[in-house]
């Protein structure tokens, strides 16, 4: 027994110390995964960053050209105010804008994944594919301008302001035909991380609007005539700044000059921009019918107007989660084209969680100042009353959008934008406009149970099928597919 003892008394310490070193190994252990994983992180936040940054500068940049347009013609009169933010509204931002931008994110899916796979020679191929497709477009879209006065007419506008809004429509048609080239030129430059430029340009260009605007107001007085010009020339200030840029030196791998080339595939390239153009048309359409059906209430005025403001700060934030929407494209579409499946699942995780955290932010702004924010707008006690209700649907709205649009990024960087096409179909026209007609007229829940029909019914579900879809992604057999499609889109090469 005293042996026994002794022996295990001499072992005791001997067991602790070794338990005591197994511990620190484990901890020791899960400081490096933390520590890999946080590196991980920062890595992956600075590659994100230096894509979103840069876009949401630009993108509020062009979007404020339109609220300066509007604000110079708001000095006018109220019925020049009517005409221009109508014939950007529904023509410009409503319907062509949507769609030209949607065709141009396939260079999102193409441009990324092939830079990612070290083939540069063909991004500038894309990019003059892209135009080619684009341009084309514009002349099957022209009818929306040089019709706009009966086509305004047939949806009830005062026929005042309908005269001036087909003036004006037609003025902005170089606005329209600037589209098929500021869009592309701007995913190809994106696609090679080439952001800063973008972020200047766009300052730039906001800057020579501003400048003509209030020549041609106060100094030429050519009236909305002459803000339709101002914003003509921004707009190709964006092209031939971005342009010159490309091709005079800054992108010697990338842009190789005009090629012939571009005019071999077209077909192929014409479906996937197509796609690419539905799936965000899809969605903006939805909330245009969102004012309208509210415009169809009785004693709708209100409703409008306030729906309009909230519409107005939802379209200001929604410039963040856009801009995430185009940097996870690029992020996923160069790590897919590099082989990588693993870095771009971990790209997508970094860009939802930051992305959703930003958005969790702007919820919690809006219902903390929930009766204060339309002070902006207006002073109309009626119309206050009214934000101070729908703004809490204004919060849910901004948080889906925070997650929403990150997807569909998703979406793009793979080139599932046909299948995601699909799945907006059906939320938004399927569940989301008869939802939202329901509650709306047959549980006279007015303008809140439009919204809420449709947020809820068309947004959300959208939202879940598409995180269900990220997150039952095969990533390793999206890579094999992007190389596929990048040895299939490419044109062989002697560097190669």
Not at 198 to 213: D, F, P
């Amino acid at each position: 027994m005293a042996i026994v003892d002794i022996d295990s008394g001499s072992h005791q310490p001997l067991l602790r110390e070794s338990a005591a070193g197994g511990d620190r190994n484990g901890r020791d252990h899960d400081n490096k995964e933390k520590t890999s994983l946080s590196m991980r992180v920062w890595a992956e936040t600075k590659k994100l960053w230096h894509i979103a940054g840069p876009a949401i500068f630009s993108r509020m940049a062009s979007y404020s050209m339109n609220i300066v347009t509007q604000a110079f013609a708001g000095h006018l009169g109220e019925v020049e105010l009517a005409a221009m933010s109508i014939a950007n509204t529904v023509i410009i931002v409503g319907f062509n804008f949507g769609l030209l931008l949607g065709m141009a994110s396939a260079l999102e899916t193409l441009c990324g994944q092939a830079f990612g796979a070290k083939r540069y020679h063909m991004l500038g191929i894309y990019l003059q594919r892209s135009w080619i497709v684009l341009f084309l477009c514009c002349f099957l879209l022209l009818p929306f301008y040089v019709f706009a006065t009966p086509l305004l007419k047939l949806l009830g506008q005062p026929n005042d302001v309908v005269e001036m809004s087909g003036a004006v429509a037609l003025w902005l048609i170089p606005l329209h035909f600037s589209f098929a080239f500021q869009f592309p030129l701007t995913k190809f430059l994106q696609s090679q991380l080439k952001t800063q430029v973008l972020a200047w340009v766009s300052l730039a260009g906001l800057g020579i609007n501003v400048l003509t605007s209030c020549l041609c107001v106060y100094v030429f007085d050519l009236g909305v005539v002459g803000l339709s010009v101002a914003l003509d020339l921004s707009w190709w200030f964006l092209v031939l700044a971005l342009f010159t840029y490309a091709a005079c030196g800054r992108c010697p791998l990338t842009w190789p000059g005009f090629s012939m080339e571009a005019f071999s595939g077209l077909w192929e390239f014409v479906k996937l921009s197509a796609a690419s153009g539905v799936m965000l048309c899809l969605e903006n359409w939805y909330y245009r019918i969102l004012v309208l059906m509210t415009g169809y209430l009785q004693n709708a005025t209100i409703a409008v107007d306030a729906l309009s403001i909230c519409m107005s700060v939802n379209g200001w934030e929604m410039m963040i989660p856009l801009a995430f929407f185009a940097a996870t494209g690029v992020r996923v579409a160069n790590e897919l084209g590099a082989g990588s499946g693993k870095a771009a699942k971990f790209a997508t995780a970094v860009s939802v969680v930051q992305s959703t955290i930003i958005g969790c932010f702007f919820c919690a702004l809006i219902m903390v100042l929930h009766d204060k924010f339309a002070y902006i707008f207006t002073s109309s006690a009626n119309v206050l009353e009214e934000v101070d209700t729908l703004s809490y649907l204004l919060g849910v709205t901004i948080l889906l959008n925070s997650v929403q649009p990150v997807l569909s990024g998703v979406a793009v960087g793979s080139g599932w934008q046909a299948y995601v096409a699909y799945i907006n179909l059906g939320c938004y026209y399927v569940v989301g406009l008869p939802l939202g007609f329901l509650m709306g007229w047959v549980f006279h829940l007015g303008v809140i149970g439009i919204w809420g029909g449709m947020i809820f019914g068309g947004t959300a579900i959208q939202t879940v099928i598409l995180a269900i879809v990220t997150i039952r992604c095969d990533w390793e057999k999206e890579a094999e597919k992007a190389k596929v499609r990048v040895a299939k889109w490419s044109t062989p090469t002697l560097d190669d």
